[in-house]
């Protein structure tokens, strides 16, 4: 779900921002484990929380899934050059690479790429499949490049709240 930059976030506070840490880690985390863990009641935890997504503070709450446990074997990075910037070309690729359900992660970047995406795909050929419909067979694309991870390092959503 993209962001809307327009939209005024709430000021967070040291509870908030405490309870953030804590639910990035595990969202399953009860509230009154978290209540105790910052001082708060459990109420107030579920209402901070309540308000925080309200608000779009938080966006979703996710599983992250072990890609060899569901049989996606590769994971590729790919920096995508378009042939312009023009805001149909960039909003028409957006909206492409948004509805790829192969595609969980992308990023519209400065520094002469246009986007690098995080692709998923069981094996090779499927891979090779999904570059030519996003890529390859596409207008606006003038050139891509694939990166292909050797070992998941690190992975997760967790973004530091201070």
């Known amino acids: 779900m993209p962001r809307t930059p327009s939209v005024r976030r709430p000021s967070l506070d040291t509870f908030d921002r405490a309870i ?3 639910v990035q880690r595990d ?3 009860p509230q009154r484990a978290i209540a105790e863990a910052v001082n708060l009641s459990a109420a107030a935890v ?3 929380i309540a308000a925080m997504e309200d608000a779009g503070v938080i966006m979703r709450n996710v599983a992250i899934v072990d890609t060899a446990a569901v049989a996606m074997a590769i994971t590729s990075i790919v ?3 378009l042939i312009d910037e023009r805001l149909t070309t960039v909003d028409t690729a957006k909206a492409l690479f948004r509805d790829a359900p192969e595609v969980q992660q992308c990023y519209y970047v400065t520094g002469g790429i246009s ?3 995080v692709i998923l795909s069981p094996d090779m050929t499927a891979y090779e499949a999904i570059t030519r419909r996003l ?3 596409n207008e606006a694309v003038a050139s891509f490049r694939s990166l292909i991870a050797l070992d998941r390092v690190k992975f997760g959503a967790e973004v530091i709240v201070q």
């Open 115 to 117: 986007f690098v995406l």
């Open 46 to 48: 579920q209402r901070r």
């Open 135 to 137: 890529f390859a067979q």
């Open 27 to 29: 969202n399953k985390t």
């Open 79 to 81: 920096e995508v050059h």
């Open 20 to 22: 953030l840490r804590i």
